[in-house]
Antibody, heavy 121, light 113 residues
Framework: QVQLQESGPGLVKPSETLSLTCTVS????????WSWIRQPPGKGLEWIGY???????NYNPSLKSRVTILVDTSKNQFSLKLSSVTVADTAVYYC???????????????WGQGTLVTVSS | DIVMTQSPDSLAVSLGERATINCKSS????????????LAWYQQKPGQPPKLLIY???TRESGVPDRFSGSGSGTDFTLTISSLQAEDVAVYYC?????????FGQGTKLEIK
């Protein structure tokens, strides 16, 4: 079955850009919608945005000005860039799949294991 | 954005007893064209990613025990665990996918009494 794995630096300095990559295995990225979701320590879930294999994107309005999600179908990967980070961006970042029945209006499954990114000088 | 509000924030239930978690959306998540509620439930255990339990408000994901059930329509939804097991201790989240700006409830922490 499809598995997702996040990778990237675990520590980012304030004002810099957070960059993460999600590698999809066990299936092709060339269908479905691929999301990033984050969870600050001890808090709830916040959807960041998604990308379709074609490259079309949709972002959370509250983060839109700082977020870029890209897809690399040749590597079966998609990535997240979050600019001008602050300590409030410290969170576990998950990548995940949605888009069942060919629509973005879908539940989210499966999820990667998540990676903790700490913003600190 | 659609705001999802869960109640209670935490819940303690005895083993074998029923647990009920509520989720209310700020607007209806029922599409009249197909009569489906665009709502999912997830279970998250410590140190793990969320696990899908239910979609379309009441469809159990494959492999999820039948003691988990979802109900409700429009703006008011319920996740019920009919007979609580020790392994059900977790935080539970609802999520709407009625719009492409997905939003989650704040979570309900379920413990053993």
């Amino acid at each position: 079955q499809v598995q997702l794995q996040e990778s990237g630096p675990g520590l980012v300095k304030p004002s810099e850009t957070l960059s993460l990559t999600c590698t999809v295995s066990g299936g092709s990225i060339s269908s479905y919608y691929w999301s990033w979701i984050r969870q600050p320590p001890g808090k709830g879930l916040e959807w960041i945005g998604y990308i379709y294999h074609s490259g079309s994107t949709n972002y959370n309005p509250s983060l839109k000005s700082r977020v870029t999600i890209l897809v690399d179908t040749s590597k079966n990967q998609f990535s997240l860039k979050l600019s001008s980070v602050t300590v409030a961006d410290t969170a576990v970042y998950y990548c995940a799949r949605s888009g069942y029945s060919g629509s973005p209006l879908s539940w989210i499954d499966p999820w990667g294991q998540g990676t903790l990114v700490t913003v600190s000088s | 954005d659609i705001v999802m509000t869960q109640s209670p924030d935490s819940l303690a239930v005895s083993l074998g007893e029923r647990a009920t978690i509520n989720c209310k959306s700020s607007q209806s998540v029922l599409y009249s064209s197909n009569n489906k509620n665009y709502l999912a439930w997830y279970q998250q255990k410590p140190g793990q990613p969320p696990k899908l339990l239910i979609y379309w408000a009441s469809t159990r994901e494959s492999g999820v025990p039948d003691r988990f059930s979802g109900s409700g329509s429009g703006t008011d939804f319920t996740l019920t665990i009919s007979s609580l097991q020790a392994e059900d201790v977790a935080v539970y989240y609802c999520q709407q996918y009625y719009t492409t700006a997905y939003t989650f409830g704040q979570g309900t922490k379920l413990e053993i009494k």
